[in-house]
């Protein structure tokens, strides 16, 4: 792998340390976690398969393409093999090493497609310069993890800075009304408990939800968070669509491959309804620097 310099960045050292000490992990946690995370199951793989479809639909032929917040690299690795050169970046060390190492054991066709695996938090990209990406892509929800409005600003303005002009600038958050369902299926009690209050009503979920910082979003305040740091939006998806909230039914559903490919037929043709894309657990916004 070509090293460029890139170095470690700190913004709001407190913040930044805080959220690298509840997110770090050792080697066997990303293999079973983070790393499994997209493939564990068919119902999992539908944020995976559908995201690639949008991003095969969008992203130039070739190009430099920032992943921002690319945790230990399913998608960085996927960028290589389809011949982008890729730039993998996460505020977790144990996920950019994982990322290095899985990419490493490619042939060097695709490996040498990993310009750099770097430490970083997406509120401060200046290791980057301005308009150096002919695509940015933060997937998978790292701005749902910053639960400070401004600092969500600041995170999008950094993504947008860092891409050309005219370059697709794709964001992934974690949906606020597929969070409700969850809270109503699996977490009933929070709908009743004082310290969940934010959560439910906006949320806000500061230390409360698996002892991280989340926030969750709507749709519009994503497109309108997106637009105000100069995006042009171009389409909104819901990456699991119709099966969002039924992982038992859409796994069982696999287990068919007629049926499975039908239903996945489905999912595509949906996925950039508004109504969808809004009660998806994962919103992809595609959007277009100017
Ligand atoms: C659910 S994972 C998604 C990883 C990958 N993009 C994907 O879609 O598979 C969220 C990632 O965001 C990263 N993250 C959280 N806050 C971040 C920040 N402020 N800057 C950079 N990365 C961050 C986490 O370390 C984690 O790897």
Request: charged content about 25%.
């Amino acid at each position: 792998m070509k090293r460029l310099g890139y170095s470690a960045t700190i913004y709001h050292v407190k913040q930044a340390e805080k959220i690298k000490d509840l997110l770090m992990k050792g080697k066997n946690e990303v293999e079973t976690g983070e790393w499994n995370r997209l493939v564990k199951d068919a119902y999992n793989s539908l944020e995976f398969l559908v995201t690639m479809h949008y991003l095969r639909q969008y992203l130039p032929e070739s190009g430099r393409i920032l992943d921002a917040g690319g945790g230990p690299g399913r998608y960085a690795l996927e960028l290589c093999r389809a011949g982008y050169d890729v730039v993998l970046m996460d505020i977790d060390p144990a996920y950019t090493a994982f990322a290095e190492e899985k990419i490493e054991l490619e042939p060097k066709s695709v490996s040498s497609r990993l310009i750099a695996s770097v430490v970083g938090d997406i509120r401060d990209l200046s290791d980057f310069n301005t308009n150096d990406f002919d695509a940015v892509l933060c997937l998978g929800g790292p701005l749902t993890h910053i639960s400070d409005e401004p600092e969500r600003t600041q995170a999008i303005s950094e993504l947008v800075r860092v891409a050309k002009p005219g370059a697709i600038v794709c964001i992934a958050v974690v949906g606020y009304l597929a969070m409700l369902r969850t809270v109503l299926s699996r977490f009933s009690y929070e709908l009743i408990t004082p310290a969940y209050s934010e959560l439910i009503q906006e949320g806000k979920g500061n230390n409360l939800v698996g002892d991280s910082l989340w926030h969750f979003f709507r749709a519009s305040e994503l497109q309108q968070l997106a637009e105000s740091c100069g995006l042009i939006t171009l389409e909104m998806v819901g990456c699991e669509g119709l099966s969002t909230g039924l992982p038992e039914a859409t796994n069982t559903v696999a287990e068919d491959p007629a049926k499975w490919k039908r239903w996945v037929e489905l999912v595509l043709e949906t996925a950039s309804e508004p109504a969808i894309a809004d009660m998806a657990a994962h919103i992809l916004y595609i959007g277009q620097a100017r």
